[in-house]
């Protein structure tokens, strides 16, 4: 071991948005418990790439004792955070199975009113959505977090209606995966807008950061549209 410079985390500052783990090109970053860490000091080569995409300020870069930067180690780490994004890939489950749906009436009993669902797509799951699904093409796409549809009453009728969907969560799932996903579904269907729909709580506006990384690497130009809901139900 020896003085070096490397990544430090405040986790008292840190509220586990995720915004900089695909910034880490060394994938010595991850969200464990809630709180971004570092992986292992072997995998950070100290540079503090990742330092200007933290909206709280908990990543610095401090001189301490720490095992040198293995180029060879970083290396074999990330083909295995490949490797493991590929195995939770869609495996052919019939439940994954890629449906265009028609707009439909749920018929609700006693003083329930009777609601349209505008659901026009399955699945809806980024993981599980094919980057060539017929439904994306020359369409409005709506990306949503995945507790907006809980939270907005009106989810249905006034952001899903004549928008296929795809939810995720930029706090739980792996945002790098996220964004090549997502540049790859721009590359290859020629949409006509995207709105991004999240929560207010500061995590959630990670998905802001998501698109717009997906949306450079794709070179694509792509109207985005933002929307924040409120935890309370009301559009921000």
């Known amino acids: ?66 095992k040198s930067f293995d180029e060879e180690a970083t290396k074999r780490h990330l083909e295995d955070i490949k490797k493991k994004e590929e195995k939770r890939l869609p495996c052919g489950c019939p439940g994954t199975a890629v449906k265009t749906l028609k707009p439909r009436v749920v018929k609700g009993e006693g003083p329930m009113v009777k609601t349209e669902s505008e659901l026009a797509n399955w699945p809806i799951q980024l993981k599980l959505v ?64 995207v709105t991004v729909a999240h929560m207010e709580v500061p995590c959630c506006f990670g998905l802001n950061h998501i698109v717009g990384e997906a949306v450079k690497l794709s070179c694509k130009k792509i109207l985005v549209k933002e929307i924040t809901v409120g935890i309370q139900g009301d559009i921000k």
């Open 130 to 193: 094919p980057v060539d699904a017929p439904y994306l093409k020359n369409a409005d796409l709506l990306i949503a977090a995945d507790c907006v549809a809980f939270s907005y009453p009106g989810f249905h009728q006034d952001l899903l209606k004549g928008k296929p969907l795809i939810i995720g969560c930029p706090k739980l799932d792996e945002g790098d995966m996220y964004i090549e996903k997502l540049a790859e579904i721009f590359k290859v269907n020629n949409l006509k807008s």
């Open 1 to 66: 071991m020896a003085k070096r410079k490397i990544v430090k985390i405040d986790e008292e500052k840190c509220t586990g948005c995720g915004l900089c783990i695909p910034n880490c090109a060394e994938g010595a970053l991850q969200i464990v418990n809630g709180k971004a860490r570092l992986v292992k000091d072997i995998y950070c080569d100290g540079l503090g790439a990742c330092l200007g995409h933290c909206l709280e300020g908990a990543i610095s870069i401090e001189e301490k004792d720490a």
